[in-house]
């Protein structure tokens, strides 16, 4: 597996997002088949492996931290903070320092390890200064619990300002060829200060693979059934944005997933998505994406086709906001 840097932090060219064994897309996982499907994973080449404490809440955390726990210095495991909670219940966006610190040492526990290599702040809190988290976040650093300072769904300013306090070693926002927001100050903003970027849901919750098919309804546990962009009128109004992905892969003789995620490694070098999967298959395949070399005039192609395309519903939930 090809390894590139978030900042100064080294990880596989491409990652494991692991909340949808846990949450979020069916059932979850039991717990023998998620921790064995990590560990193939990381037999696979992947060392990069993304939770969060919101996952679940908490059950993703338990799973990663029992599944890499043998293989833990072989492995930079990155997870979030920056949600309140009521026992399992969401509560709300909460980045109070106090309730960063207690996150920090309840995650810990759960992933079995001593420190934490990339912590994120999950969404940013409009109640608490950026300034006041990016400080909490050193004090952690300095204590040994943290290695690297993440922002979430954050906007070019408030990176800018976190990075002032605290080192910022990552950005994870939602990028793909369908949500390529981050193109205009994000991403700028991390290759001026050196921070790496992470997209999340970097094949489109799955539309950018060609599986989805159009008119398509999802049970009420998949969290498509509620996002915008997975109505069946959504659905069938982005196709085009599908059809050329597709269109690429022909040609290329290669899979649709692999035409995405090649294309988005060649957007920067210190660029790490993380696609998720439940299927070991599925992951060989992502990592594949590493070796398809697209030529300038397919990168080209990709780019001019899809900024000409009109994609319908709010990315995400539909309430996503870089803040």
Not at 23 to 28: I, L, Q, S, T, V
Request: proline share 5%; glycine share 8%.
């Amino acid at each position: 597996m090809h390894k590139r840097t978030l900042n100064t932090l080294e990880v596989s060219a491409i990652g494991l997002g692991c909340m949808g064994l846990s949450a979020n897309y069916g059932d979850p996982l039991d717990t023998d088949t998620g921790v064995t499907l990590i560990r193939d994973a990381h037999d696979l080449g992947v060392t990069f492996f993304d939770t969060a404490q919101a996952y679940g809440p908490f059950s993703n955390e338990t799973l990663v931290g029992e599944a890499l726990a043998p293989i833990r210095d072989q492995v930079v495991i990155a997870t979030k903070f920056g949600f309140g909670f009521n026992g399992t219940e969401r509560t709300g966006l909460d980045s109070r320092p106090d309730t960063i610190r207690t996150s920090v040492d309840e995650s810990l526990k759960r992933l079995r390890t001593d420190r934490i290599d990339l912590l994120y702040q999950h969404r940013v809190d409009p109640n608490v200064p950026i300034e006041d988290v990016a400080g909490t976040v050193k004090e952690l650093i300095d204590a040994g619990k943290v290695a690297h300072f993440g922002l979430s769904e954050a906007g070019a300013d408030t990176i800018r300002r976190a990075h002032a306090v605290q080192s910022v070693a990552a950005v994870q926002n939602e990028y793909s060829i369908w949500a390529r927001e981050s193109e205009a100050e994000v991403l700028p903003t991390c290759a001026d200060l050196g921070i790496g970027f992470v997209p999340w849901s970097p094949l489109g919750q799955g539309f950018l693979t060609g599986t989805v098919q159009a008119g398509q309804s999802f049970d009420s546990n998949d969290i498509r059934s509620r996002f915008p962009r997975f109505t069946k009128e959504a659905l069938d109004a982005n196709q085009p944005v599908v059809d050329l992905v597709v269109d690429i892969a022909g040609r290329r003789q290669v899979t649709p997933a692999q035409v995405a995620l090649a294309w988005m490694l060649t957007k920067s070098p210190h660029i790490v998505p993380i696609p998720g999967s439940r299927k070991i298959t599925r992951i060989q395949e992502n990592l594949d994406a590493a070796d398809v070399q697209l030529t300038l005039d397919q990168i080209d192609e990709i780019d001019q086709r899809s900024a000409g395309l009109t994609v319908t519903g709010g990315r995400g939930s539909g309430h996503e906001t870089y803040r």
